[in-house]
């Protein structure tokens, strides 16, 4: 498989930088240069030269490393806990003290330290560069480009001129294009001008990439009705499942399977799925069965390593949840689709009548049938990628990631779609039973959600970007399964609810699974709630956020808890900053400033008269400081 490796030993020179490194623990070294530690695996630093000469100031130690969980971010620096804040783009960042400790605040190390040890805590780490710095140093830039480009050697095609006739389909003549082509790398180059798809375009071609310029256009003006997108990569498919030879442990990357798994089945990849992720919460007893009991757990994953009568296998990175035998865990074979891309493209629904209104309101559309229908989607692809690609009057969702495995959206823009009603319509982004998935710099404006995590997605990154206008939740992490979700360094202005953890309403969607963080975020306006955590969700962190211009800036109900809310400045509420119900928490409360809260008692919507001893603790707020910050 791509990325199998043999295990390095301890005592193995590794090159990671500017320090002299050794491996003291097993790790494996990935084809892109970067060691991959599992939990008690550990690399030491040596200081290159003599100590620094007297009154040298402390160093930070500063690493690149691949983080898809805020917990794979949980190491060990020689004897102290420590963060390392990073995300998938595995740029350098300064090693912290963990948040309960304090924010975003670099780790000194003495200035005489002539080795460092760093060991893996809280997950699988890839690790691709360390240094220490003198903390008043620029930040160094990533040593790598976590998702590379398509090959150089690429065939350049160009596409063919979009047809003249008025009731002309593009889409006959650039999917013969993509077939009569050599096999390979393969760019599709578009002229600046509208093409006009009325019948889907499917490409299951692998390593495609639809390069577009300024003023290419897709125009979507379909001939028939139902739900389909204008544009889709998909893979080849499932194959038949195989079940555990026994519960899954949570972290686990080494599978027993009950019965083998055949060379000609092994496609290198599979989706480690089962029928629930743990007792069934009160709270969604009165949910339809498919909500109750089979919460969609699905995690897609690369097999790096397979034993020779195919009853073990290896992946490169565990689902962290525990699954008993009687959840009935299993693994599916899948066959990805590799190397889609999309560049600098803009997609166009035929309902001009939606791009003046901004009330949220179905729009009267030209073609009626795109009110059902998605801008892009792909299924079942592995590194696909979307660049600078923008979308408006698309009725359901304008970006659909479906069973996907690192999926990269950069710098996409949408907004105004034809739809705003029931059954899930109106979103940017919507990513379904998907690994890995990074949405940054991503723009929305007016929406029902700009962007939804859903049926059992994991490892969703939203970094940056700004998220606008929103006829309910902004950001949605919709309930069913749903897991290590990170929304960081987003605006998020203008809907009902900024951030909603667990939501999409007890009776259909009812609870997510575990630890999603929000971190650094600027939430404003939003009418309802700031961030609402909700249905019995559970390990939810709020971090140093700024919260403005909301009834309540945090809400925990419907028997969610296990939230902490650490760092945050939660000002200009037009009620009291917290409202946790009877049914809900814990709920920890640190070190966060109340600009419209003066004392303890005065933080919590009806002063909590009616909680349970413990379910809210407050520790070292800061209440009524004076004015915000800017």
């Not at 194959?239 to 442990?249: C, E, K, N, S, Y």
């Not at 339809?288 to 995690?299: G, K, L, S």
């Not at 953890?501 to 609870?511: E, K």
Request: glycine residues 12%; aromatic residues 4%; hydrophobic residues 40%.
């Amino acid at each position: 498989t791509p990325d199998a490796a043999p295990p390095l030993a301890p005592g193995v020179a590794l090159d990671l930088g500017p320090a002299g490194a050794r491996l003291d623990g097993p790790a494996e070294r990935l084809p892109d240069g970067a060691i991959r530690l599992d939990p008690g695996g550990s690399v030491a630093f040596t200081v290159p030269g003599p100590p620094p000469e007297a009154g040298t100031g402390p160093r930070v130690l500063r690493v690149a490393a691949r983080i898809w969980r805020v917990e794979d971010g949980e190491v060990q620096v020689d004897d102290r806990r420590a963060l390392i804040p990073g995300d998938a783009d595995a740029a350098f960042v300064d090693v912290t003290s963990p948040w309960d400790e304090a924010l975003d605040r670099p780790m000194l190390l003495p200035a005489d330290a002539a080795m460092v040890t760093l060991r893996a805590a809280g997950g699988t780490l890839e690790l691709y560069g360390v240094r220490l710095d003198d903390p008043r140093t620029p930040l160094p830039p990533g040593p790598v480009d976590p998702a590379p480009p398509p090959a150089a050697d690429a065939f350049d095609l160009a596409a063919p001129a979009p047809c003249a006739a008025p009731a002309c389909d593009d889409t006959p003549a650039l999917a013969a294009a993509l077939a009569a082509a050599p096999p390979g790398p393969l760019r599709l180059l578009f002229d600046a001008a509208t093409y006009t798809l009325r019948t889907p375009w499917v490409i299951h071609r692998p390593d495609t990439h639809l390069a577009g310029r300024p003023g290419t256009v897709l125009r979507w003006d379909p001939t028939i009705a139902g739900e389909q997108a204008s544009l889709t990569f998909g893979g080849g498919g499932r194959g038949a499942t195989l079940a555990l030879a026994g519960d899954h442990v949570a972290g686990t990357r080494r599978l027993t399977l009950a019965a083998p798994l055949s060379p000609e089945a092994d496609t290198g990849y599979v989706y480690l799925i089962a029928d629930d992720f743990g007792e069934v919460p009160g709270i969604c007893l009165a949910g339809r069965d498919v909500e109750r009991f089979q919460r969609h757990i699905i995690h897609p994953a690369r097999v790096v390593a397979r034993s020779a009568d195919g009853l073990e296998i290896t992946l490169d990175r565990g689902l962290a949840l525990d699954i008993p035998a009687g959840a009935n865990p299993r693994v599916q074979p899948f066959t990805p689709l590799p190397g889609a891309r999309v560049s600098d493209l803009h997609l166009l629904a035929a309902c001009p009548a939606a791009l003046l209104d901004d009330t949220v309101a179905p729009g009267d559309c030209d073609t009626p049938e795109v009110t059902d229908d998605d801008g892009i989607a792909l299924r079942g692809t592995v590194g696909a990628r979307l660049e600078r690609v923008s979308a408006q009057a698309f009725g359901k969702f304008t970006i659909r990631v479906d069973g996907a495995l690192e999926t990269r959206l950069v710098g996409n823009h949408m907004d105004h779609p034809s739809h705003y009603g029931d059954g899930g319509r109106g979103y940017g982004v919507h990513v379904i039973g998907s690994g890995r998935t990074l949405i940054r710099d991503q723009s929305v404006d007016t929406c029902r959600h700009a962007v939804v995590v859903d049926f059992g997605a994991s490892d969703t990154q939203i970094i940056g970007g700004h998220l606008a206008r929103a006829h309910l939740a902004v950001v949605d992490v919709h309930g069913e399964a749903s897991r290590d979700t990170l929304v960081r360094d987003v605006i998020v202005e203008g809907g009902l609810t900024g951030v909603l953890v667990g939501g999409g309403g007890t009776a259909v969607h009812c609870n997510d699974g575990p630890r999603h963080h929000l971190h650094r975020n600027r939430l404003v306006d939003n009418g309802a709630f700031g961030v609402s955590v909700s249905n019995a969700t559970r390990q939810v962190t709020v971090t140093g956020n700024v919260v403005a211009g909301s009834a309540v800036p945090l809400s925990v109900t419907l028997g969610a808890g296990d939230v902490v809310a650490r760092h945050n400045t939660f000002v200009d509420s037009r009620d009291a900053p917290v409202f946790v119900d009877d049914t809900s928490g814990p709920v920890r409360l640190e070190r966060n400033t109340f600009g419209s809260a003066c004392d303890p008692e005065s933080v919590l919507v009806g002063g909590g008269a009616n909680l349970p001893a413990g379910a809210v603790v407050q520790i070292d707020n800061d209440y009524c400081p004076g004015d915000p910050p800017p």
